[in-house]
């Protein structure tokens, strides 16, 4: 974990040493929060240094996931287009790939903001963020079967019990393909998950130590699902804007390297937390 500017710091990683890169930057919102978020107009250009080394140093068959929440448009019920428009830059210029658009769906996100939601009641509560799956290649290290989840009741019940191959009304076939037991169910790209854990470990060790914790970590289960689906035992996970080092603790318990950039001080600090072993 390092302390500094990441579009700086990252000049000094060799290139194309890196598998997969998997933050959350600061959002453009239009109101500050203490870690300093940036305007939406100037969102793109702020945004371009960073994904530019991101670039350089990613492995040909590297992916970089990119974490980021919409915003309204300061005054108005409308959406801002600036992760939108972060995107295409990504794509246009820079030459990155959309491997594919995942989501992260929060049930626990708070209904905001309250004068469109709670007030006047013509909006409803937004809760879910993007993940964009950006690649260097179109054909990016990815396993599925890294990341296969429980078999629903019905699932587990059709492969012991049989399945009559029949078309469905669809059109598509369903063959008696479906009927092996593949050792879980193929997951979606949308990855469910609360960000109000309350009694992790994280937590409970910035309570004991009289530390804040970190105001805007993304769950455990995000860097983790990437890390599956992306990565080697081994291989090095980069988190360019690292925080509380959710990634880097994640990477380091999945059994692969991973290097942090955090340029506050006390963010780096809080982030040996993390790792019990430094005590
Ligand atoms: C949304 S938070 C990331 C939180 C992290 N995902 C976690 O789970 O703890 C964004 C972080 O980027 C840091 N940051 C902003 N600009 C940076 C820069 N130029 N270089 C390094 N870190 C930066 C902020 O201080 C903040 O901690």
């Excluded at 955090?262 to 993390?274: A, G, I």
């Amino acid at each position: 974990m390092y302390l500094g500017d990441s579009a700086e710091l990252m000049k000094q990683l060799p290139t194309e040493s890196v598998n997969l890169a998997v933050t959350s930057p600061p959002y453009a919102l239009h109101f500050k929060k203490e870690y300093g978020n940036v305007n939406k107009a100037a969102y793109v250009d702020w945004f371009r240094p960073f994904a530019e080394q991101i670039h350089r140093v990613l492995a040909p068959d590297g992916s970089f996931v990119l974490n980021i929440g919409g915003s309204y448009n300061a005054g108005t019920p409308t959406r801002s287009l600036y992760h939108y428009r972060l995107l295409i830059m990504l794509c246009d210029e820079l030459g990155f790939h959309l491997a594919q658009e995942c989501f992260w769906y929060n049930p626990a996100k708070l209904p905001t903001p309250a004068e469109w939601v709670n007030v006047r009641r013509m909006r409803i509560k937004d809760s879910v963020e993007h993940c964009w799956w950006l690649s260097k290649s179109p054909f990016p290290k990815a396993n599925n079967r890294n990341v296969l989840t429980e078999y629903s009741a019905d699932m587990r019940r059709l492969i012991e019990r049989g399945y009559r191959a029949k078309s469905r009304p669809s059109g598509h076939k369903i063959t008696s393909k479906f009927q092996v037991d593949q050792g879980g169910s193929i997951p979606s790209n949308l990855i469910e998950r609360g960000n109000n854990e309350s009694n992790s470990e994280y937590i409970r060790r910035c309570a004991a130590a009289g530390q804040k914790v970190h105001p805007a970590r993304f769950p455990a289960a995000l860097p983790e699902f990437f890390v599956n689906l992306l990565t080697d035992p081994g291989d090095l996970v980069l988190d360019p804007f690292a925080g509380s080092n959710t990634t880097g603790a994640v990477a380091e318990s999945l059994g692969r390297r991973w290097i942090g950039f955090e340029f506050e001080s006390r963010y780096v600090e809080n982030s040996k937390l993390r790792f019990p072993a430094l005590d």
